[in-house]
Every structure is written in structure tokens, then in C-alpha cells.
């Protein structure tokens, strides 16, 4: 087995519950444990705030597998932090709830927001777009559930706030690779798996014909693919030099 993909593996193992909670946990007062307060990146919320992450890990319980629902059964909730997300998802809420079980062991729940539908958000005033997404995180779950040969177990969606989320483990055993740090066989092994992993996914799609009926005529897709990606990578940098030009100017 390739070393680099050995070191994932293995790093990826000790990338659980535990391993945040030795980073971002704290004992209070009265010796519970609890998150780190370390703004902007995680702060504490506000009681009524408090009170409807709350409300909504009630009504994602209702969601969840069964048997998932019998787990959280034996655990209660020690506390909740606003957490940062990443780039991708700049813009939305995000929480961190961090559960204790009877036995004392931990687990941390990500509850991370979905936004409507982007035709919605181009064709609707920004408030419309939320009240008529309220479903987001279903659908958001469902089409995981669908494209994911194995979805992660306590993914379920709720709403609260009037807002739609999707709750799931933060951090299970997840791995990434650092793709600058590949040679160009193994990048081009990467490019293979990633496109092989995507085509089975959309062959559990419902539009899995429409898509295999579009790209039998297509001859020249690859090259399409290829400058598209060329020409975002001058967007990105586009818009970056803009964001910087304005934080520049205050």
C-alpha cells in the first residue's frame, strides 16, 4: 500500500470525538466538561439561542434511525458552541453539540445549515428563499443517503429558527489528501478513484439515465471539464485579489 495513503489511514483513526474533545473541551466550575470558549472560531450562544439548538436536536432525534435514536437515548447534552465552518460553506450556521453519555464516553454532533435551492436564491428576496427552503436539510440528507455507499449513521436533518440544518458525526474517522504533495501517478491513480467513486454514486441517482444519455454524445466533455476548471481557478483568483483589494480599503 502506498505510504502516503498509509499515514491518512492512520491518521484518520485517532480523528474522532474523543481526539476534539481533548482540543476543544474544558472542565467548568463544576468539573463538567464543556467546549472552549475561542472566538471568532467558537463562542457560546446565548440562551434563547441555546434553547433552540436545543429544540432542534429534539425534533433531529425524531428524525434519526432507529436505532441511532436508542443510542442517543443514553446521552444527554453537555453543551453548545457557534463553530466556524469552512470556506465552502462560508456564510451559514453552524454548531457543535457536544453530548456525554451514562458511561461517560462523549460525542460531538455537527449541525451545519442548508441553504435553499440556488434557483430560489437568484429568483426570490433572501428571506422568501429561507421560508420556502425549510425542507433543505431533508433533501440535502436524502440525496446523501442516495449518492453515499455508506452514509454516515446519524445523519438526519431538522429545523429550528426557522432555518433547515443536517446534523451528523464532526470529525468520524475522516481522511484528506494533500494533493500538492502528490507525484503525477499517484494525482493521476487520485483523478481515476475520484472519477470511478462519482460515476457509481450518480448510477444510484433517479437522473443516472439522463446523465448517461447526455454523455454518450458528448465527444468533447473531458476538454469542457478541463478548461472549466482552468477558467475558475482565474475566478477564484479574480476574487480574491478583489476581497483583499476591499479589506485593503477597510
Given at each position: 500500500?502506498?505510504?502516503?495513503?498509509?499515514?491518512?489511514?492512520?491518521?484518520?483513526?485517532?480523528?474522532?470525538s474523543?481526539?476534539?474533545?481533548?482540543?476543544?473541551?474544558?472542565a467548568?466550575?463544576?468539573?463538567?466538561?464543556?467546549?472552549?470558549?475561542?472566538?471568532?472560531?467558537?463562542?457560546?450562544?446565548?440562551?434563547?439561542?441555546?434553547?433552540?439548538?436545543?429544540?432542534?436536536?429534539?425534533?433531529?432525534?425524531?428524525n434519526?434511525?432507529?436505532?441511532?435514536?436508542?443510542?442517543?437515548?443514553?446521552?444527554?447534552?453537555?453543551?453548545?458552541?457557534?463553530?466556524?465552518v469552512?470556506?465552502?460553506?462560508?456564510?451559514?450556521r453552524?454548531?457543535?453539540?457536544?453530548?456525554?453519555?451514562?458511561?461517560?464516553?462523549?460525542?460531538?454532533?455537527?449541525?451545519?445549515e442548508?441553504?435553499?435551492?440556488?434557483?430560489?436564491?437568484?429568483?426570490?428576496?433572501?428571506?422568501?428563499a429561507?421560508?420556502?427552503?425549510?425542507q433543505?436539510?431533508?433533501?440535502?440528507?436524502?440525496?446523501?443517503?442516495?449518492?453515499?455507499s455508506?452514509?454516515d449513521?446519524?445523519?438526519a436533518?431538522?429545523?429550528?429558527?426557522?432555518?433547515?440544518?443536517?446534523?451528523?458525526?464532526?470529525?468520524?474517522?475522516?481522511?484528506?489528501?494533500?494533493?500538492?504533495?502528490?507525484?503525477?501517478d499517484?494525482?493521476?491513480l487520485?483523478?481515476?478513484?475520484?472519477?470511478?467513486?462519482?460515476?457509481?454514486?450518480?448510477?444510484?441517482?433517479?437522473?443516472?439515465?439522463?446523465?448517461r444519455?447526455y454523455?454518450?454524445?458528448?465527444?468533447?466533455l473531458?476538454?469542457g471539464?478541463?478548461?472549466w476548471?482552468?477558467?475558475?481557478?482565474?475566478?477564484?483568483?479574480?476574487?480574491?485579489?478583489?476581497f483583499?483589494?476591499?479589506?485593503?480599503?477597510?
Amino acid at each position: 500500500m502506498n505510504y502516503h495513503l498509509q499515514k491518512i489511514m492512520k491518521k484518520s483513526q485517532h480523528s474522532n470525538s474523543e481526539e476534539i474533545i481533548q482540543k476543544m473541551g474544558t472542565a467548568d466550575e463544576r468539573g463538567n466538561l464543556v467546549f472552549k470558549d475561542n472566538p471568532p472560531h467558537a463562542k457560546h450562544l446565548g440562551p434563547i439561542l441555546y434553547q433552540q439548538v436545543v429544540a432542534g436536536y429534539k425534533f433531529y432525534r425524531q428524525n434519526a434511525r432507529e436505532d441511532v435514536r436508542v443510542l442517543l437515548a443514553n446521552f444527554h447534552i453537555s453543551d453548545i458552541i457557534r463553530y466556524s465552518v469552512g470556506v465552502g460553506s462560508f456564510g451559514t450556521r453552524c454548531y457543535l453539540i457536544l453530548l456525554t453519555g451514562i458511561d461517560g464516553s462523549h460525542l460531538v454532533l455537527q449541525v451545519k445549515e442548508t441553504l435553499p435551492l440556488r434557483y430560489n436564491l437568484l429568483n426570490l428576496q433572501v428571506q422568501q428563499a429561507i421560508q420556502n427552503g425549510i425542507q433543505a436539510g431533508r433533501r440535502i440528507v436524502t440525496a446523501q443517503r442516495v449518492l453515499q455507499s455508506s452514509s454516515d449513521p446519524f445523519l438526519a436533518s431538522t429545523r429550528f429558527g426557522g432555518r433547515s440544518y443536517y446534523v451528523r458525526q464532526f470529525r468520524d474517522m475522516k481522511g484528506s489528501i494533500k494533493v500538492n504533495k502528490l507525484d503525477f501517478d499517484s494525482f493521476q491513480l487520485y483523478c481515476q478513484v475520484c472519477a470511478l467513486l462519482l460515476a457509481m454514486a450518480h448510477t444510484e441517482s433517479p437522473t443516472s439515465p439522463m446523465i448517461r444519455g447526455y454523455l454518450k454524445h458528448q465527444k468533447v466533455l473531458d476538454k469542457g471539464l478541463a478548461d472549466w476548471s482552468l477558467r475558475y481557478v482565474d475566478q477564484v483568483t479574480a476574487d480574491y485579489t478583489a476581497f483583499k483589494k476591499a479589506v485593503e480599503k477597510g
